[in-house]
């Protein structure tokens, strides 16, 4: 396939381990992949040197919805376009009821800037430009169990932000697919990665292990495989829906 016809895909957080894991499938896959973190240094490039002429790295602060947008105007500068966004960069910080009303509300609107309204200017801008080319284009947002379950108590607002990206990723599936937009959201439970480390320093790994049906906690491997399966295109009537990838310890 010719560099002008292979697909490319945007896939932010590329330096943690659900990201990393899934440029490196879509990439194995045939595609082109724009990744994307926080710092270009590190992990990032080092990704992107391992992937070789088929990725290029891009840095943007997602606290802040004008760098996601140009984050993505830099990513379609790239290749021309871009077909598939991969919605994916998180944090996951607490926002403790009992601290002072300021430093919570810092805490929501953080999460809140980076977990949903960053994403969603991602998919605004993402929409903008598959409107207007051949072949449209496919978003896979990184949601949460944590959307339906609700979280620890110190994590209204991660689940409250999750819970909005499925609303999102809904609401865009059903508005948008006669303009060629597909859009579908990838809900993991417990995955084993850097987001996990205070959690499984505080309470070991057994703790997580033993809320699973199959005796172990899910790799980055395991979500990056169904997000390259949404982003192939083969799962387009599947469109609005969201895949739980909780290894059954929150069954819906
Ligand atoms: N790991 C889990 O158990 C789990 C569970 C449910 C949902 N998720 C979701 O999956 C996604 C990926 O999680 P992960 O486990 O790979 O996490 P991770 O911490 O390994 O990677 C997240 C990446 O996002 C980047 N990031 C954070 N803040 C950023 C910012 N302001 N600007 C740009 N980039 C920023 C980080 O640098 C990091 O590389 C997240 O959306 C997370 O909410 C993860």
């Not at 108590?153 to 599936?173: E, F, L, N, P, Q």
Request: hydrophobic residues 50%.
């Amino acid at each position: 396939m010719s560099d002008e016809r292979q697909r490319v895909a945007l896939v932010t957080g590329a330096a943690g381990g659900i990201g990393a894991a899934t440029a490196r499938t879509l990439a194995a896959e045939g595609a082109a992949v724009v990744v994307h973190d926080l710092r270009r240094e590190g992990r990032l490039q080092e990704l992107a040197e391992e992937l070789g002429d088929t990725a290029c790295a891009v840095a943007a602060d997602l606290s802040d919805a004008a760098a996601a947008d140009a984050l993505w105007h830099e990513a379609v500068g790239w290749r021309g376009h871009i077909d598939v966004l991969v919605n994916n960069a998180g944090i996951y910080e607490a926002a403790r009821p009992d601290d002072d009303l300021a430093v919570w509300q810092a805490a929501w609107e953080r999460t809140l800037a980076i977990c949903l309204v960053s994403p969603a200017a991602l998919c605004r801008a993402a929409i903008a430009s598959f409107r207007e080319q051949p072949g449209g284009g496919i978003i896979v947002n990184l949601a949460s169990r944590a959307a339906w379950r609700g979280e620890d108590a110190d994590y209204w607002h991660y689940a409250a932000a999750k819970a909005g990206v499925v609303a999102m990723t809904k609401t865009i599936a059903r508005q948008y697919g006669r303009q060629g937009v597909t859009a579908f959201a990838v809900a993991p439970g417990f995955v084993d990665t850097p987001f996990n480390a205070p959690a499984v320093e505080e309470h070991g790994m057994e703790l997580f292990v033993n809320d699973t049906a199959l005796g172990e906690v899910a790799q980055p491997q395991d979500v990056a495989n169904v997000i390259a399966f949404l982003a192939s295109g083969k799962a387009r009537h599947a469109t609005g829906a969201t895949v739980d990838v909780n290894t059954a310890s929150y069954v819906r």
